[in-house]
């Protein structure tokens, strides 16, 4: 009978940008922590979050662990360059996650990576013998064509992911608002057309998750699924704003 090793106890939590993920892989560099932990791996849970721009966010990563009896956890920031924020703004908002679920779980912040790393020789590294890649070769451009033409819309509306608003549960979010404004086929096309970018960090941290409505100059703070159903629909769709959600008014 094969034996079960049990479950993990510690955790490691791998934090990084969106950007980071799609050009070394945080999945990839997972496996190969494992691989470096060689034994050590089997007695502790690898996970992943992201800062910015997509999920799943930080908050996400830790609920999990702590419904699978996770007692301690490692966050170590991937980032390089670490953004200098972090050391501001995260110890805080764990600890606010922590008290506000009631767990037990340890939360431990590590050193980022960068300090452990010596660039001039990173730099040396990917220094090619041949010179590298001529971009004499490749073919002038400044763009596509496509890129010079502006979409008809009426609207533009600007989602913040950022580091604080990612935090307080800013990605699915973004994604119920999207859901929600495919009931209103107006706004998908012509000239009603709401164009929806997400965005780094609109500054008013405290008062996120954010967006913002042009040019209507409107932000709207603090949203939940049910204020963005109302902005959505009497707002975007009914042109009138939902003034209980409102935090600014640019010019007002």
């Known amino acids: 009978m094969t034996d079960v090793p049990p479950p993990a106890r510690t955790a490691i939590v791998l934090y990084g940008r969106a950007a980071f993920a799609q050009a070394q892989s945080l999945a990839r560099l997972a496996e190969e922590v494992r691989q470096v932990l060689g ?7 690898i996970a992943i979050a992201f800062s910015d721009l997509t999920g799943p966010s930080l ?4 609920d999990q662990l702590a419904a699978e009896g996770i007692a301690e956890a490692d966050i170590v920031t991937c980032m390089v360059p670490a953004d200098p924020s972090l050391s501001t703004w995260l110890p805080g908002a764990l600890s606010h996650w922590r008290a506000a679920r009631a767990v037990t779980m340890t939360v431990r912040l590590s050193p980022p990576v960068e300090t452990a790393l010596d660039m001039a020789r990173a730099v040396a590294a990917v220094l090619r013998p041949d010179g590298g890649g001529d971009v004499a070769a490749a073919t002038p451009s400044l763009g596509k064509p496509g890129w010079s033409k502006i979409p008809e819309h009426g609207r533009q509306l ?8 990612l935090h307080r ?3 699915p979010l973004y994604q119920h608002l999207r859901a929600r404004m495919k009931r209103h086929r107006a706004l998908a096309s012509g000239p009603r057309r709401v164009m929806c970018a997400r965005s780094s960090c609109l500054y008013p941290c405290n008062l996120g ?3 913002t409505v042009h040019p ?4 709207y703070g603090g949203l939940t699924p049910e204020r963005i ?5 009497e707002h975007l769709a009914g042109d009138s704003p939902v003034v209980e959600c409102v ?6």
């Open 209 to 211: 998750p954010l967006m």
């Open 158 to 165: 600007f989602f913040c992911v950022g580091a604080r608003c």
């Open 247 to 252: 935090v600014h008014v640019t010019g007002g």
């Open 39 to 45: 034994p050590l791996a089997a007695e502790r849970r």
């Open 229 to 233: 159903d109302r902005i959505v629909d």
């Open 216 to 219: 209507d100059g409107v932000w």
């Open 59 to 62: 908050p996400e990563v830790l």
């Open 169 to 171: 549960a800013a990605e």
